[in-house]
């Protein structure tokens, strides 16, 4: 099980980290990854890390605003977000599967999600 949280209302340029909670001792061996949607569109990756946290892949328009990482031994994953813009806002959602991907349909386990806000 996942449980996103650390969403708000931030203004534009400002920070907000994201926490995602894994219960469950098989998750330290799940690559996590993040998804946001935004009203009216398609949901979209953010960012993926591998189970080691050896490796990390972004979206290019969240390279270098964003960090993804894990503290394996609280089994979470976070998402810093930086310098957020107002197309930042959308519900964010954490995922979990055995390998890393950049789609959607490859992960088997969601998160609720959490709100982001970003006002300009």
């Known amino acids: 099980q996942l449980q996103a949280s650390g969403g708000g209302l931030v203004q534009a340029g400002g920070s907000l980290r994201l926490s995602c909670a894994a219960s469950?001792?098989?998750?330290?061996?799940?690559?996590m990854g993040w998804f946001r949607q935004a009203p009216g569109k398609e949901r979209e990756f953010v960012a993926s890390i591998n189970w080691r946290g050896s490796a990390t892949n972004y979206h290019n328009s969240m390279k270098g605003r964003f960090t993804i990482s894990r503290d394996s031994g609280k089994n979470i994953v976070y998402l810093q977000m930086n310098s957020v813009k107002p197309e930042d806002t959308a519900v964010y959602y954490c995922a979990a599967d055995l390998a890393p991907s950049i789609y959607s349909s490859n992960y088997g386990y969601w998160g609720q999600g959490t709100l982001v806000t970003v006002s300009s």
């Open positions: 469950g001792r098989a998750f330290i061996m799940y690559a």
